[in-house]
C-alpha cells in the first residue's frame, strides 16, 4: 500500500527548461509535503517542503505546488542546470513519520 | 564539519549471520532514524528515536533491533531473522522528532548471501 508515488521512474530535460517532478498521495492526514534531492553515493539532502494548509512554496529556482482536492504535488525547476541531475523524492509527514515515494531520476542534458 | 557517517560503506555476510550497522551524528540531534531501500520503492522505516535510551519501531521492524545507549550513535542489527536483509540502509537524525527535516548518511549497502 503506497502511500506516496510517484509514477515517472525518470525524466530527461534539456538545460534552461522547466524541469515538473509530480507526485501523488493518498492519506490525506499528511501535514507537510516534501522534496529531497539525492546524488549517487550520498545520502538524500532536503530540497523544500509545502505545509498541508498552502498550495505554492517557492525558493530560488524552485516552487512545489500543492492540489490537495487531486491529492498531488509537483515540483518545478526553472532553470534546469546540469548539476540539477540526481534522484528526487517525494515524501509526506504523518505523526512523527516520513512517508517516502520510489524516487524520480532527472537527468538535465547540457 | 557536522554530518551522519554510516560504516562500513559496503557489506558481506552469509546467511544466518547477524550484523550490525553503525551510525554516528555530531549535529547533537535528539532524534535518530533507520530506513530501508529496496529497488523501486520508496524509503521505509525501520526504527526511531525520539531521545536517548528510547526507540520505537517504525513499519519494518521486524528481524532488526537497535540501541540507543548514546545520543551520537544508533547502531542497527540486522538479525538472522530479517528475510529478505540484502537492501540499502540509510540513517538520518533531526534536531527534535517533530522536524520533518532530516539529515541523513551516505548508506550502507548489505548483500547478504
Redo the contacts between chains.
Sequence with gaps: DQQVKQNSPSLSVQEGRISILNCDYTNSMFDYFLWYKKYPAEGPTFLISISSIKDKNEDGRFTVFLNKSAKHLSLHIVPSQPGDSAVYFCAARYGNKLVFGAGTILRVKS | DGG?TQSPKYLFRKEGQNVTLSCEQNLNHDAMYW?RQDP??????IY?S?IVNDFQK??IAEGYSVSREKKESFPLTVTSAQKNPTAFY?C?SSMQ??D????????TRLTVT
Excluded at chain 2, 523501486?40 to 522505516?45: E, K
Design positions: 551522519i530506513y523501486g520503492q520508496g524509503l521505509r522505516l526511531y525520539q517504525g513499519d540509510l538520518a522528532i517533530q520533518y527535516e532530516q539529515y541523513f548518511g551516505p548508506g
